[in-house]
């Protein structure tokens, strides 16, 4: 049963609404909604509106302990009800839809992130480990009970010591044959492993990475890198832990209290053969190792790559959170009075401030952006997992974009929601506006599923990768015959890295036609070559490093991260720019079109901004175009500002998933009877005389 | 009774120590920290060792309840011992030492931010308010039970609608002739009084600020604007709120939850005439009112004016917890290891990282520079509020740097407390390590005191008044000449303003020395002439607003809001550059003046590169001279990163007052006990071989 209670804002403008003010061009909302939901629109709805149901939402003021509680309550009765089974095979009740499994978990946000990451825990990373580490015999064994909740898992790859590294964790699983187990083990602090949800209180079982070591008859001893083993920790009656496992709470965070992260660590702990998640890599009863992927490099990527859907789903939910964030600071923006000087009577509406709308606009264009290029994500997501389009190269280019939008989101969205918070003053300091609580929520998103700066060099090098793939002997005519070739047969969000490479054939003097800073073709134009030309230059500068010694080589590498990591920047908001470009395309009501190109102008324009500099010092630009481009940012911002309330509306929450007073409408209330009591006294002639006027 | 723990940071270089290998440059960090504890040493270092007293600080997971009861019992304590009274008069146990008593309320951040603003409230703004908006008989009659905390008070000034804007506020306060006496009123619900400290739970009284309107006899009312009015609130045996009384409870907020924020609300509640604070406006008995100010204007003005000393101590408190945020990140980045590639058993220390020194050092250099503008701003408030130097020129210049340094330290604090938060990773996110609780209470900073946006539109407006003040009328030989008289006579820190313009007169082509980027002379060309440039550059365009109706006017001004608070910010970030300049100088080990100054290039370099478009776009920097500035910036942090440990070490924390698990030195001996095991096994021969190797 869904509870949902009725918006207060008025999605149709009525007379005198500022949305109708500036042009007749206005927003259709109900079919920008629609457009918004992409993919999944019947899922994201129905997850959505199950997010409505107060049961499932954040509860402030609950200690830790009880919010830890609440939390699993949820997620037990997700169990039942929530479709969380969604992405596993259809003999353990599900559809094997991962694409749609994510959609859904995305609305999650909207409730309480708490409860969200705990689902991912559960069913997105324990659950999942089993299903895409283990094989039948793994499934058959774990699934059921993982998937139904009886056994609350911890997903154990994070170690004290090493967290973005997970090649260096020290936990190691020893093979002993005359027993046939595995002993799990601990040698030191620092490869205790930590940051666990479920891990500190609920659960009973962990899937642990561990190096897996075995030791042919007569022979050394082998270390055949990371993989993953089902093991007990706690005894599920007394939720003591067994035998040579122990552990501490983390204890509070910064957000997120209500999943019970914690540490683990395991003095000699033997499980059976049979709990080694074996699809990637198995022992035999004597010892004898085996993978179906001979190098240990490419099978420990091959792992680690089925990992991928935490990035992308922490994607989704970002956009989530900036755009809750949005919609509360834009209503109350539209409803807030501040100051006056134009009126001695009318104090000024907050957004109609030029300050305002530089503030908050530009953030509304880039969440609708990274929104757009989630929903790529998403589908190339789901072509591979499907199998529909599963190759080595789709793979490595769905981790590639994975990493490149995780942390342009994450941090997009811990930027919107402060900028938000500071725009709603004191009222959005309040836990009850929702804004500090997500924030705190969404600020680990920067740095777990993969630091997003590490992220980012991983992007970084694939560009150098890509780079000297395709221009390594092939002259200038053989580049974009190939580039062509390749453009023509693969969908645009299959291929962000080389559709990048594709518009050089057609890139002319870029400073010509700069002036026509509305043009989609010069928005692209400036956008790849930033691209394209910072990673040539980097490769060029990095060319010494190939001939060197290994500390030489580093020193070479990390003299030019920065600018590795600020290529794979620019490279995730030409994804996200390209991605807005498409989706334009799928808008076919003309007035709602044109306000979303402008928005997606606004969106290039400010990263061309953002990066004016580099234009400018890279000739791109001249001075004089340079100057155009926050001029014609400006008018942007005032062309868009009466469509401001529209394009949140869009988002299409209701006051449910809200739940803040000062975007519910108490606001206007407040401003309504300050003005009507103001004006009353005037009437009446009672009104004070100001001292100034009397004497 | 003080407890201290020993600094397990060994602060003399070691053998071996990366500090020793760059130069022979040294940090005497002995004398920095002398350097950096300002204007007042011993105080500050008393109040720093008080704080490290356990009984002061935030213990994490107690409930808002039991936090703010703990609150209220260490401002009980500091009542006795902890030197509050000392900015009150000597007749009630003070010393009228207003900056010591800052440079002591400074450093309660270190042990509770919680803490430090329930101090603000009772202190700094309520018995503060009484102080200097009241006369000897308010004093007599209220100050004493303020400063004894025998009536908590609640500082009544903001409403739900009306926060940076007082002047709107629609409380009334209306005299009664018949019974001498004033009725306090809220007309509508935007006029409750919000956000107040004490007002939720402890407080028993309150200064309400409140229109004070008069009758005289036949005439109409007067409304002779905002005035302060001491207001019992509470019973102080049952609690309950007097009658006509009403409020709330703000409830959870995004931090500070040690302190009681609530609402209040008055329905014609009597005080008596006397209640008025009657500094700047009185009434006698028969109604007629009188002040020393005539003009109203200026009277508001000079009123909300005493109020200033909160945006000094926010500047001061923002400070000391981006020093602790560094302190905590720093150390870590110089223990920690991720990710090896120069070499195959050791792991890389994350300051090693290109990056990592790219997100923390600038940060760190920004920390010094609002350090050292802080000292300076604290003397001038010294200066004024001392009587020493108490014009209106010199209030007006205090208020204004105080409003353009204030937004910049404290967004720098939250900026630099999630950058380190983020290069600690997962440690970063555990409350224990503190600094999402930091960031937590610090973020409300930005929009508490006057809004930062708010405040730099003032610092605007203020650049724009004088610019024209100096300019009309006069041609350049005569400028030059009033620059020089009245640049040769003012303290330095006492006015920013005038010695921004100063410099006109020395400024010559700004692109033939732009290579010396290191010169001081240089730095403060780039720097000044921005200002100036923007400064002007607003007051054409605003030229036609002034024959403007007020809503084309309006229009005009809003048309140029952003650049005007671009201008001011490069008005702080000059501010700032300046006060690290003239710091250098009380420097005297040469090597640790050598280190500083490359901080403060760093500083300098850091705000230009932010802005290069700006230098190239009006021709300051060619697009050669402009690469350089990040080219120096990476031989900047090269040479800084052996220094940086000094550097935070310099700010003279204990572990009692960083109380961070991860800067104790236990990252340090995890890292050193995983690197014996592993050379332990290698020693051994018993390591497993690596499959790889064994294929």
């Known amino acids: 049963m869904t509870t949902t209670t009725p918006r207060p804002l008025v999605d149709a403008p009525q007379a005198g609404d500022p949305r109708l003010d500036a042009d007749v061009t206005n927003v259709d909302i109900a079919h920008l909604s629609q457009v918004l939901l992409g993919h999944y629109p019947e899922l994201r709805l129905a997850a959505r509106n199950l997010m409505a149901d107060e049961r499932f939402h954040q509860v402030d003021g609950l200690s830790p302990a009880e919010h830890r509680e609440r939390v699993l309550g949820q997620l037990r009765l997700l169990a039942v009800e929530g479709d969380v089974h969604r992405s596993f095979p259809t003999r353990f009740g599900g559809l094997e839809d991962h694409g749609g499994f994510l959609s859904r978990y995305e609305e999650l946000t909207h409730a309480d992130p708490s409860l969200q990451i705990k689902v991912g825990v559960q069913w997105g990373l324990f659950a999942s480990a089993i299903y895409h580490l283990g094989t039948e015999g793994n499934h058959d064994e774990f699934l059921p009970d993982a998937l139904s909740l009886a056994v609350p898992g911890a997903f154990a790859m994070t170690e004290t010591g090493h967290g973005s590294d997970v090649a260096a964790i020290g936990t190691t699983a020893t093979y002993d044959p005359a027993t046939q187990e595995f002993v799990i083990h601990t040698p030191f602090r620092a490869a205790w492993k930590d940051y666990l949800g479920n891990a500190g209180l609920h659960g009973t079982a962990a899937t642990v990475f561990a190096r897996l070591i075995t030791s042919p008859p007569g022979g050394r001893a082998v270390d055949h890198g990371v993989h993953a083993f089902y093991v007990p920790i706690r005894d599920a009656v007394t939720m003591e832990f067994l035998p040579g496992v ?55 990527f091959t792992m680690l790559g089925t990992l991928v859907q935490g990035r992308v789903s922490l994607d989704g939910a970002a956009v989530s959170a900036a755009r809750v964030g949005l919609t509360i600071a834009i209503t109350y923006g539209n409803q807030r009075r501040q100051f006056s000087s134009a009126s001695p009577t009318d104090e000024v509406v907050l957004l109609d401030y030029a300050e305002h709308q530089r503030r908050l606009l530009p953030l509304l264009a880039e969440t609708y952006a990274a929104g757009f290029a989630h929903e790529d994500l998403l589908a190339a ?43 709603c ?97 010069t928005q692209r134009e400036l956008l790849v070559d930033r691209v394209e030309t910072m990673v040539a230059e980097i490769a060029q500068a990095l060319r010494p490093a190939q001939k060197a010694d290994p500390a030489t080589a580093a020193a070479i590498f990390n003299a030019h991260q920065h600018e590795l990591i600020e290529a794979a920047r620019a490279h995730a908001e030409l994804v996200q720019w390209e991605s807005f470009t498409a989706a334009l395309e799928r808008v076919t009501d003309p007035g709602t079109r044109q306000i979303l190109t402008w928005v997606r102008d606004l969106f290039g324009l400010t990263v061309i901004e953002r990066n004016l500099t580099w234009y400018l010092l890279n000739g791109r630009l001249s001075a004089g175009r340079a100057r155009t481009v926050t001029s014609y940012i400006d008018r942007l911002l005032a062309r868009l500002r009466p469509h401001a309330q529209s394009l949140v509306d869009a988002f299409g929450y209701e006051q449910a998933h809200l739940r ?12 309504d009877e300050a003005r009507a009591y103001y004006r009353a006294q005037r009437a009446s002639g009672d009104a004070p005389v100001p001292e100034k006027y009397k004497r």
């Not at 591979?384 to 793979?395: E, Q, W």
């Open 246 to 300: 122990g552990g501490e709470d983390d204890g509070l965070k910064g957000g997120l209290n209500g999943i019970d992260n914690g540490r683990l660590w395991f003095d000699q702990v033997r499980v059976p053969r049979t709990n080694l998640l074996n699809r990637y890599g198995d022992v035999a009863e004597d010892g004898t190792y085996s993978s179906p992927i001979p190098s240990p490099g490419r099978r420990f």
């Open 381 to 423: 997501f789901d072509d591979v997992f499907s199998g529909r389009n599963d190759t080595p190269d789709s793979r490595a280019d769905l981790e590639t974009l994975a990493a490149a939008l995780k942390p342009a989101s994450t941090w997009h969205a811990l930027n919107t929601l402060q900028v938000a918070r500071e725009a």
């Open 425 to 521: 003053g004191g009222a959005g300091y309040l836990t009850e506006n929702r804004l500090t609580g997500l924030r705190a929520d969404l600020d680990v998103f920067t740095t777990f599923e993969g630091d997003n700066t590490v992220l980012l060099q991983l992007v970084g090098k694939r560009l150098l990768t890509d780079y000297s793939k395709t221009f390594k002997g092939l002259d200038a005519t053989k580049v974009a015959r190939l580039v062509a070739e390749r453009a023509s047969d693969a969908a645009r969000y299959r291929t962000p890295l080389h559709r990048a490479i594709q518009t050089i054939a057609d890139v002319g003097d870029p400073r010509r036609s700069a002036g026509q800073l509305r043009e989609t073709a």
């Open 660 to 671: 803040a007073p000062i975007a519910s409408g108490a606001e206007q209330v407040r401003q």
